[in-house]
C-alpha cells in the first residue's frame, strides 16, 4: 500500500479551466512537494509546503496538516500545462514517497 | 551550470553486463538520491546519501550499489543487469527543507 495516495490518475480539461489535483498521506510529515515532469522527461519541483498556501503564477498549493491533504490547483489551464503532476511526501527520518501522479492533458 | 547533472542521458546494454551511471551537483546540497522510475512513471526510492552516508537503502536487488567518492557525486553502479532493471533513474540532491533538484534521468534499456 502507498503512504502517498494521488487522485486523480488522469485528468483531460478544456484551456482555461480550474484544475484540482488531490494528494493524501498516512501519516505525520515534515514537508510536501509538488513535482511537475513534462512528455520530454524532466522533473522540476513546484512547490515545497510544510503548512498553509503557496501560489505562483497560476499555480496553487495548499496542505491541510490536520487532515493530511495537500492539492494543487491551476487557475486558466494551458496547454503548455499539460504534464505528470507528482506529489512528494517527506516523512520525518528524511525518506521521500511518491504519489502515482497525475497526467494532465489541457486540449485547446 | 545545470544544477544536477546525469550522464549517460540513455544507456543500451545486454543482459548480464555491469554499467554505472554518474551524478554530479554543484548545489552544495548534503543529500543525494537515487529513484527509479517504471513504465507506469512512478517513482520510488533506492538510494539517499547524506554527507557521503548511507541514510536510506530501500529493498533493492544487491546488484545495484551507490558510490559517492564526496559529497557533490552520486554514482550508481549495476551488476549483472537484467531486464527487469529497463526504466528511468533519476538522480536528485536537496538540502535540508529546498526544494529537491531532479537530474534529467537516464533511460535505462536491457535487451
Known amino acids: 500500500k502507498n503512504e502517498v495516495e494521488q487522485s486523480p490518475q488522469n485528468l483531460t480539461a478544456q484551456e482555461g479551466e480550474f484544475i484540482t489535483i488531490n494528494c493524501s498521506y498516512s501519516?505525520?510529515?515534515?514537508?510536501l512537494h509538488w513535482l511537475q515532469q513534462h512528455p520530454g522527461g524532466g522533473i522540476v519541483s513546484l512547490f515545497m509546503?510544510?503548512?498553509g498556501k503557496k501560489k505562483h503564477g497560476r499555480l496553487i498549493a495548499t496542505i491541510n496538516i490536520q487532515e493530511k491533504h495537500s492539492s494543487l490547483h491551476i487557475t486558466a489551464s494551458h496547454p503548455r500545462d499539460s504534464a505528470v503532476y507528482i506529489c512528494?511526501?517527506?516523512?520525518?527520518?528524511?525518506?521521500?514517497?511518491f504519489g502515482t501522479g497525475t497526467s494532465l492533458t489541457v486540449i485547446p | 551550470d545545470t544544477a544536477v547533472s546525469q550522464t549517460p542521458k540513455y544507456l543500451v546494454t545486454q543482459m548480464g553486463n555491469d554499467k554505472s551511471i554518474k551524478c554530479e551537483q554543484n548545489?552544495?546540497?548534503?543529500?543525494m538520491y537515487w529513484y527509479k522510475q517504471d513504465s507506469k512513471k512512478f517513482l520510488k526510492i533506492m538510494f539517499s546519501?547524506?554527507?557521503?552516508?548511507?541514510?536510506i537503502n530501500e529493498t533493492v536487488p544487491n546488484r545495484f550499489s551507490p558510490k559517492s567518492p564526496d559529497k557533490a557525486h552520486l554514482n550508481l553502479h549495476i551488476n549483472s543487469l537484467e531486464l527487469g532493471d529497463s526504466a528511468v533513474y533519476f538522480c536528485?540532491?536537496?538540502?535540508?527543507?529546498?526544494?529537491?533538484?531532479f537530474g534529467n534521468g537516464t533511460r535505462l534499456t536491457v535487451t
Open positions: 536528485a540532491s536537496s538540502q535540508g527543507f529546498s526544494p529537491l533538484h
Open positions: 501519516v505525520g510529515i515534515s514537508a
Open positions: 509546503l510544510s503548512s
Open positions: 512528494a511526501v517527506l516523512f520525518f527520518g528524511n525518506q521521500f514517497y
Open positions: 548545489l552544495g546540497h548534503d543529500t
Open positions: 546519501y547524506n554527507n557521503k552516508e548511507l541514510i
